[in-house]
């Protein structure tokens, strides 16, 4: 099964070339620089640079995975949740790639994908479902945060979610605050490398709630307080290390804990995590001593596969195809994304 597939629902432009399960290649351009003087992704930006960029994306990764386009047995894109004006590109390129050449579409729900990249690994990188356990998954990026019990493969169902700010937005919210360019996030991991996280006391939103949901604003807020009374640390640099620690302690806190008290209440063998935040150190580093504690294994997504990329939408792509029912009519059907339930 040789699939093409595109990722276009934010603000990165990517192709990948999938075949039976092993990534041929994984072509991703970002648009961060573009969105950074705006101090965030701008919609109507964000859909002319897909325009722009999705042919020579596209033709790098089929010139990259050395096929042409006329050997593909299959199309897919992610069809939600997303910027629509981005996804529609990405989505109508896919389905007019499909039309063309008479194969199956295959629609891709954005955060489904996200549950399978910690299962995409080594080298050659190919998926691993071989090695597949059931989990539970933390999807945390600059517009989720999300966790997500994998029963069994596609067989998913939401925990819990943000009520408010999203992780990746608090990051880049208190970054802001802190004087930090967009997106603040990996500034931030950096800085708090040479800071005391115990400097500064922030909250540790719904840390101990008996559910799964998540707040991040209300930190934001306490930053933006603690700022506002206290100038003088935005003058020193040993200070705003200190503050970047401190805050990253809250998030990546509330994050580790309530992931790792899911998957003991749920009696799951296996952690995941996928996402732009997932890149962030602290995380990595806390979410591993935790998972070592209580004996779950803890798969964390490549870094380059962390953010968005189009291998995670062809690979399930790829899963999905293999499990549709023989006979079945591409002329007429589209293969849907699996909403989750
Ligand atoms: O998945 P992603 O590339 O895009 C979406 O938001 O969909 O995630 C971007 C988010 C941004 O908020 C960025 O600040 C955050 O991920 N991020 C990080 C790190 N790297 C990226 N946050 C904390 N530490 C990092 N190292
Ligand atoms: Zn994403």
Redesign the pocket.
């Known amino acids: 099964m040789l699939l093409l597939a595109f990722e276009t ?4 432009t990517s192709a990948a070339v999938i075949h039976d399960g092993g990534v041929l290649s994984n072509v991703v351009s970002s648009q961060i620089k573009l969105h950074a003087e705006y101090g965030g992704v701008v919609p109507e930006l964000a859909a002319r640079e897909h325009l722009r960029n999705l042919l020579p994306v596209t033709r790098t990764a089929l010139a990259e995975a050395g096929i042409s386009a006329g050997e593909l047995d299959a199309v897919a894109a992610t069809y939600g949740p997303g910027l629509p004006t981005a996804l529609m590109i990405g989505c109508k390129a896919a389905q007019a790639v499909a039309f063309q050449l008479r194969k199956p579409f295959v629609g891709i729900h954005h955060h489904e994908a996200h549950l399978y990249s910690p299962w995409i690994s080594g080298n050659p990188v190919r998926a691993r479902f071989d090695e597949f356990q059931s989990n539970v998954s933390l999807i945390v ?4 945060t999300l966790l997500i019990h994998v029963r069994s493969e596609l067989n998913h169902r939401v925990l819990g979610s943000t009520v408010d700010d ?4 608090c ?2 919210k208190c ?1 802001k605050l802190l004087g930090l360019p967009y ?4 500034i ?2 950096r800085l708090a490398a040479g800071g005391n996280s115990s400097a500064y006391a922030f909250p540790r939103p719904l840390i101990r709630e008996d559910h799964d949901d998540f707040s991040f604003s209300g930190l934001k807020t306490s930053v933006r307080y603690f700022i506002r009374d206290h100038p003088a640390v935005l003058e020193d640099q040993q200070m705003i290390r200190d503050l970047c620690a401190s805050v ?1 302690a809250a998030i990546v806190d509330v994050l580790v804990e309530k992931t790792i008290r899911a998957a003991r209440r749920l009696g799951v063998s296996c952690v995941t995590a996928s ?3 997932t ?3 602290t ?1 990595r580093r806390r979410l591993a001593a935790r998972c070592e504690r209580f004996g779950f294994q803890l798969r964390l997504a490549d870094p380059n596969l ?3 990329n189009a291998a995670m939408i062809g690979v399930l792509a790829g899963r999905k195809l293999g499990q549709q029912p023989a006979g079945m009519n591409w002329d007429t059907d589209i293969v849907p994304g699996l909403q989750l339930a």
């Not at 999203?166 to 937005?169: D, I, K, S, Y």
């Open positions: 629902s934010c603000d990165e990026s600059g517009g989720h999203a992780a990746g937005e990051f880049d970054g997106p603040a996030g990996p931030i991991d990253q996402g732009g935040v890149c962030n150190s995380l962390c953010t968005d």
